[in-house]
């Protein structure tokens, strides 16, 4: 929480908008997972590529590095009794979303399911997912931390399932990043930052899993590309 702050949350007014709610964490707390200039938008967004994406209320879904559930709040709410599944290593950012995001009885009626793991272990959950989704993690991770999650994929979803996640492509000013350590804010580190990977390196990381993975031209999150991974 900020500066130390360990101030009571205020009580979470049920009648106010999501952007309100995240405003109100940021008061607490440097980190809120996605903006706060955008909350409510960026987590609504989430929720519609999913949908676009064939995300069904009934499938298993697993949102890696979940945050403050900015998207996971709308996500839960689709999803039916048992389906969400939450990974979120940052604790502090984990709790600021149960305390100022999620309504109290949500978690009651959703029966969402967390872990706080950094090593994409996914057999946590004992669970064969429908959906994967990894907002704004590819953006930040290295290129052995993706492929600890393209496998974790293989293993742990079924035969239609579904990897939804956001990239961000190397240009003329951009390199395709190297490096294995995650750049960006988490819970071992507050320096802020991005990287990128090229699509031909996606690809090949996907093809020697015998993944398919396609660009979705004209669907972004906020400055994100998505694209979608499957079995074939
Ligand atoms: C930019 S935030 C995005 C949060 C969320 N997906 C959203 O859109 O609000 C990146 C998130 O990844 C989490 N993260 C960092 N290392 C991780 C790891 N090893 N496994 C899973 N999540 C991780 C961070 O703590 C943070 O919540």
Redesign the pocket.
Known sequence: MKNGNTKAPQPLKLDSSLQHRGELLATVSDKI??GTYRFEV?GRTQLESQIRNGLNPWDKFLD????AF??GYWTMHFLNAGCYHG????VD?FKGGLNYILEPDLLELKQPKFDHN?Q?DFSVFNTRFDFMFA???WT?AGKKDIEKMLDGFVKFSNDKARFLTTVKLPDMFHKDYKGDE?V?G??QSDVKGTVRHSFKWIKEACAKRGLSVKRLPGEKINTQHLILIQKP
Do not use: A, K
């Open positions: 997972g996605c960026t890696i590095g979940c945050g900015c998207g990974l979120e290593p940052n950012m950094d994409y907002q704004s993690i930040h995650w960006g988490s819970h």
